[in-house]
């Protein structure tokens, strides 16, 4: 009761305090739950995918070897993706071109896109690789024709719902697309359907062509140059055994399994990764100090009290428990108002996330994160608590009094 009535008497020093610890707890509850939801996230897409090998270009410098990213393109991707499709363990063996591209529809801005390109939105059998909300699928590479890029241009697109808003485009609408303003400005394209099934695999809002029409506009074609090449293969076979087989063929390009895929997926992204642990390290050190400081000025400021009482018989033990209690209320204060904003914040973040990327709970918020606050938060206090019993250990009551 008395600890209490001493946080009240030194209202602003306990809630910079208590706003200190919340930072702390805040930030790591918030920072394990992006990680979380990334990773759950990132395994239920590569799930969903149904694919089970991606061979992609290597790193081409040395930093990219170990910080992801600079990869080169898989080159001859139709007849890489022919060859691994002669395998018999293997199911779809299908080539994908990723590129920025320029588009806008006629009296709209020029906006820039994430393009994707693929052969088709069917696989084997006619099943389905990409589900269409309106309008009708991507049937049948036509341009790519005996290893020539001469056949006939279908000029049709997909686009997912944030393209639509953004280009406020709907199916039967035509829409320009290129490399380059200049060539998007000459280039036109109709959207045949509306697809949002591929919109996880990036943050931008998306546009879908048939693989060799996005090679021929991008400068792909002329070495047939593809970003990956997505492998499926039949029930019962080894991943792990067909990917080992797929190096040795092919040793210029990387063979990941989905768990290599993604372990390379969150490598390329290690400097965030970084960034996200600094600002955690550095919201528990601030918080925690915050909460030493304010606690011992607010000690020094009742110096004189407590050398009153320890004149007149009051013992240094009882002064710590004071003390000491002082600080475990303000770490379980700190510690509740985290908690309280945690789940909010959560559901604010996914909202915003879903918002701009279109990914569905990017945020994943766990009781064990929780946990991890309140040890947090105890450990502030019991640090608070230590630090204060030391100062009135160290407390000359005479000299204080003389002083006076």
């Known amino acids: ?36 939801g990334i990773v759950a996230t990132g395994g239920k897409t590569l ?36 060859d691994i499709g002669n395998n018999s363990s293997v199911s779809l063996a299908s080539p994908v071109l990723a590129e920025m591209v320029y588009a806008y529809r006629e009296g709209t801005e020029m906006r820039t896109l994430f393009a994707l390109g693929i052969e088709n939105t069917r696989g084997p059998g006619e099943s389905k690789m990409i589900s269409i909300s309106a309008g009708k699928d ?9 290893g020539r890029y001469d ?35 000459a280039q036109e394209f109709t959207v045949v359907g509306i697809t949002n099934s591929l919109s996880m695999f990036s943050s931008s809002p998306m546009v ?90 607010s000690l020094n400021s009742r110096r004189k009290e407590l050398a009153v009482l320890l004149v007149l018989g009051f013992s240094r033990w009882s002064i710590i428990k004071r003390t000491f209690a002082e600080g475990l209320l303000v770490s379980i204060s700190g510690c509740a108002v985290a908690l309280v904003l945690s789940m909010p914040l959560v559901s604010a973040l996914n909202w915003i996330s879903q918002s701009f990327t279109g990914i569905q709970g990017l945020v994943s918020l766990e009781p064990d994160f929780m946990y991890l606050g ?8 019991i640090l608070t608590g230590v630090a204060s019993a030391l100062w009135v250990r160290r407390m000359r009551p005479l000299d204080v009094l003389r002083s006076v």
């Open 1 to 36: 009761m008395l600890a209490l009535r001493t946080m009240l008497r030194s209202l602003s020093r306990t809630i910079l305090s208590v706003s200190g610890i919340a930072l702390a707890v805040l930030s790591i509850i918030i920072i394990a739950s992006i990680g979380n």
């Open 47 to 82: 799930e969903a995918s149904r694919y089970n090998l991606w061979v992609t270009g290597k790193p081409a410098d040395l930093q990219s070897q170990y910080m992801g990213g600079s990869e080169t393109k898989v080159t001859f991707a139709h007849t890489v993706a022919r």
């Open 138 to 146: 991507l049937l049948k590479d036509t341009h790519y024709a005996g």
């Open 151 to 185: 056949g006939a241009w279908s000029r049709e697109v997909l686009i997912d719902g944030r393209t639509a808003g953004l280009l406020g485009a709907g199916v039967g609408d035509t829409i320009h697309i290129g490399k380059t303003v200049s060539e998007a400005e």
């Open 208 to 297: 879908i062509l048939y693989l060799s029409e996005l090679q021929d506009i991008t400068g792909n074609k002329y070495q047939d140059s593809a970003s990956m090449v997505m492998v499926r293969l039949k029930p019962g076979a080894d991943a792990k055994e067909i990917a080992v087989s797929l190096r040795g063929r092919y040793p210029q390009y990387r063979v990941s399994t989905n768990t290599e895929f993604f372990a390379g997926a969150v490598r390329q992204n290690a400097l965030p990764v970084a960034g996200a642990a600094s600002i955690v390290v550095l919201a528990v050190v601030s918080g925690a100090t915050l909460c030493v400081i304010n606690m011992l000025l």
């Open 374 to 381: 309140i040890v947090l938060s105890a450990a502030i206090g």
